[in-house]
Nanobody
Framework: QAQLVESGGGLAQPGGSLRLSCVASGLGLEPYAVGWFREDPGKEREGVVCIRPDGSITYYVDSVKGRFTISRDNAKNTVYLQMNSLKPEDTANYYC?????????????????WGQGTQVTVSS
């Protein structure tokens, strides 16, 4: 059964760093665009950043530019999200999604694959 599994979340202090991983099993990520999304209770799930098969990247949240970096390692079937200079407002459950194209949100048609999420909490 194909699935995405996120890991690397946890508690970080403001200004700290975390690296999230999105590992695929049962499918190869190479032909997919992979995006990171986040969701806070009471808010809609929002796209953060996405990386395409050719390595091009689209950021959907201006506040993470210069702080968050997405990368992919097709040999490891993994996409990473390096998060630096974390702020309390980055606190959310982070999900990865694999799809044919990058999308900033999914209103009606879900992506091909969603992960189960990993919680990131930024607090002193």
């Amino acid at each position: 059964q194909a699935q995405l599994v996120e890991s690397g979340g946890g508690l970080a202090q403001p200004g700290g760093s975390l690296r999230l991983s999105c590992v695929a099993s049962g499918l190869g990520l190479e032909p997919y665009a992979v995006g990171w999304f986040r969701e806070d209770p009471g808010k809609e799930r929002e796209g953060v950043v996405c990386i395409r098969p050719d390595g091009s990247i689209t950021y959907y949240v201006d506040s993470v530019k210069g702080r968050f970096t997405i990368s992919r390692d097709n040999a490891k079937n993994t996409v990473y999200l390096q998060m630096n200079s974390l702020k309390p407002e980055d606190t959310a459950n982070y999900y990865c999604a694999a799809d044919s194209i990058c999308r900033g949100r999914y209103d009606h048609i879900p992506p091909a694959f969603w992960g189960q999420g990993t919680q990131v909490t930024v607090s002193s």
